[in-house]
């Protein structure tokens, strides 16, 4: 069992920077794949990022590279995702996952946070 609670978001203009976070609990948080996901009202929630049990591999969709990072502490049960060059059209809901499985398809993901609000203003 993981529980996630996301903290970070917030209003920024574009161009600027922000860092969400994702702590969790639970013993197993060092075995499993962690990743962020985003969603607007009304659309599919979309993959932005992961990272796998060991911090080695990460995965990002094509509109983040090279703006956004995503790292994990499994000494602290937290990941993170440094978002950088932000733009309106990266204004979401933005939600930490777990799952047993390196995938960016968001079905294998078991467990999900709350979600924390992201608003770039142009």
């Known amino acids: 069992q993981v529980q996630l609670v996301e903290s970070g978001g917030g209003l920024v203009q574009a161009g600027g920077s922000l860092r969400l976070s994702c702590a969790a609990s639970?013993?197993?948080?060092?075995?499993?794949?962690m990743a962020w996901f985003r969603q607007a009202p009304g659309k599919e929630r979309a993959f932005v990022a992961a990272i796998d049990w060991s911090g080695g591999l990460t995965w990002y969709a094509d509109s983040v590279k090279g703006r956004f990072t995503i790292s994990r502490d499994n000494a602290k049960n937290a990941v993170y995702l440094q978002m950088s060059s932000l733009k309106p059209e990266d204004t979401d809901v933005y939600y930490c996952?777990?799952?047993?499985?390196?995938?960016?398809?968001?079905?294998?993901?078991?467990?999900w946070g709350q979600g924390t609000q992201v608003t770039v203003s142009s």
């Open positions: 639970g013993r197993t948080f060092s075995r499993v794949t």
């Open positions: 996952a777990a799952s047993p499985r390196s995938t960016i398809e968001a079905g294998p993901y078991d467990y």
